[in-house]
């Protein structure tokens, strides 16, 4: 599976969009990129993936550069409730599906 | 909306004591997953079930851990005898099934709390 770069933390203000970006240069062409987030003391929480096309869902829009080396996760509206640790995953579409995490980035809304 | 259960939420136990979680995933859902995942760090995968046979379990301790899932529906992991360093959260979760090289999310239940003392 892919290694994922993403910066260990980033401040938004609430109401604003939040922009995490990732950085997969090394993913296979059958890899695809979820995003997961963690909010304190819970379980990951699936937001969105893709493998080449840009994807939006009611939580999240996912663009993957056109290489796919990297990709940016915009939460439109950032709200308190959106303060977590969010996971940008290269990795399943094979028999398996697994998927290895790293240690994301810590998203910290402020008021 | 269905969930993955999880239980006990917490759980104190001693080194050298056996301690096992148990894990309902969602109804339909074929495949089952344990993670570990210590403090600070994401979560790990330990095992991983199509319905109930093993298809992954490269990470899983196996002098001390075993998973089962013994009718491809619910699933117990147990640690046998407990360490120090296994004080982490236990996460499960499940996907559905789709086609070979298809992709899935995973739902993950709310985890296990273990703490060795």
């Known amino acids: 599976d892919a290694k994922t770069t993403q910066p260990p933390s980033m401040d938004c203000a609430e109401g604003r969009a939040a922009n995490l970006p990732c950085n997969h240069s090394?993913?296979?062409?059958?890899?695809?990129v979820y995003w997961y987030r963690q909010i304190h003391s819970q379980g990951p929480q699936y937001i969105i993936h893709g493998l080449k096309n840009n994807e939006t869902n009611e939580m999240a829009s996912l663009i993957i550069t056109e290489d796919r080396k990297s990709s940016t996760l915009i939460l439109p509206h950032a709200t308190l409730r959106d303060t977590a640790v969010y996971y940008c995953?290269?990795?399943?579409?094979?028999?398996?599906?697994?998927?290895?995490f790293g240690t994301g980035t810590l998203l910290a809304v402020q008021p | 909306e269905a969930e993955v259960a999880q239980s006990p939420r917490y759980k104190i136990t001693e080194k050298s004591q056996a301690v096992a979680f148990w894990c309902d995933p969602i109804s339909g859902h074929a495949t089952l997953y344990w993670y570990r995942q210590i403090l600070g760090q994401g979560p790990e995968l330990l095992v991983q079930?199509?319905?109930?046979?093993?298809?992954?379990d490269s990470q899983l301790p196996k002098d001390r851990f075993s998973a089962e899932r013994l009718k491809g529906v619910d699933s117990t992991l147990k640690i046998q005898p407990a360490e120090l360093g296994d004080s982490a959260m236990y996460l499960c979760?499940?996907?559905?099934?789709?086609?070979?090289?298809?992709?899935?999310?995973?739902?993950f239940g709310p985890g296990t709390r273990l703490t060795v003392t």
């Open positions: 090394t993913i296979s062409g059958n890899e695809y």
């Open positions: 079930f199509q319905d109930e046979s093993v298809v992954d």
């Open positions: 979760a499940s996907s559905p099934i789709r086609g070979s090289g298809s992709s899935y999310e995973q739902y």
């Open positions: 995953i290269a990795g399943g579409g094979g028999a398996t599906n697994k998927l290895i």
